[in-house]
T-cell receptor
Framework: DQQVKQNSPSLSVQEGRISILNCDYT??????FLWYKKYPAEGPTFLIS?????DKNEDGRFTVFLNKSAKHLSLHIVPSQPGDSAVYFC???????????FGAGTRLTVKP | EAQVTQNPRYLITVTGKKLTVTCSQNMNHEYMSWYRQDPGLGLRQIYY???????DKGDVPEGYKVSRKEKRNFPLILESPSPNQTSLYFC??????????FGQGTRLTVV
């Protein structure tokens, strides 16, 4: 039973436009959420995170939004660049990433 | 440079032949984990360790063993590999309650 779900396996956007990646979770015990980016032949790298006491966290072109009542979070990338093309994983944990759960990932393609 | 190093990067083996994938981190992190990545399933945790000599099962521990004799090393052991363990494996370390650093991955094929 996947506790973190990314229902869109892929997303394609034009360079300069906004990319929105979505993630849903089912476990109410999760209170820390992270996004990782993964390029081919490399390990995932941390991108941005948010704790449950916030509903938004911004870092440059990347913003994560959290809607606790809907158990939903999203990652916005503005403006999207070709170098952002990668697989993005959503992850959640009860503020202890020993027990971090990952979604299946969304492959983002940014077209020049 | 802060890093998590896994070896080997690629491995093809036969069913039943014991193998070990090594993982080492140079950040003095307490927490280390092993994940496997399979299509459509994302990353699933196999085992994790909170500190030296402290390990626990993740979501998919069957067929795997780990040990944590030193803080920097966290090897993954497959005593009798089977074809369903063909996967991409990642080791990760972290301080806890925050971002994890991942190794570059080990692609294992069991025939």
């Amino acid at each position: 039973d996947q506790q973190v779900k990314q229902n869109s396996p892929s997303l394609s956007v034009q360079e300069g436009r906004i990319s929105i990646l979505n993630c849903d979770y089912t476990n109410s015990m999760f209170d820390y959420f992270l996004w990782y980016k993964k390029y081919p032949a490399e390990g995932p790298t941390f991108l941005i995170s948010i704790s449950s006491i916030k509903d938004k966290n911004e870092d440059g072109r990347f913003t994560v939004f959290l809607n606790k009542s809907a158990k939903h979070l999203s990652l916005h990338i503005v403006p999207s660049q070709p170098g952002d093309s990668a697989v993005y994983f959503c992850a959640a944990s009860p503020y202890n990433n020993n027990d971090m759960r990952f979604g299946a990932g969304t492959r983002l393609t940014v077209k020049p | 440079e802060a890093q998590v190093t896994q070896n080997p990067r690629y491995l093809i083996t036969v069913t039943g032949k014991k193998l070990t994938v090594t993982c080492s981190q140079n950040m003095n992190h307490e927490y280390m984990s092993w994940y496997r990545q399979d299509p459509g399933l994302g990353l699933r945790q196999i085992y994790y360790s909170m500190n030296v000599e402290v390990t626990d099962k993740g979501d998919v521990p069957e067929g795997y063993k780990v040990s944590r004799k030193e803080k920097r090393n966290f090897p993954l052991i497959l005593e009798s590999p089977s074809p369903n363990q063909t996967s991409l494996y990642f080791c990760a370390s972290s301080l806890g309650g925050g971002k994890a650093f991942f190794g570059q991955g080990t692609r294992l094929t069991v025939v």
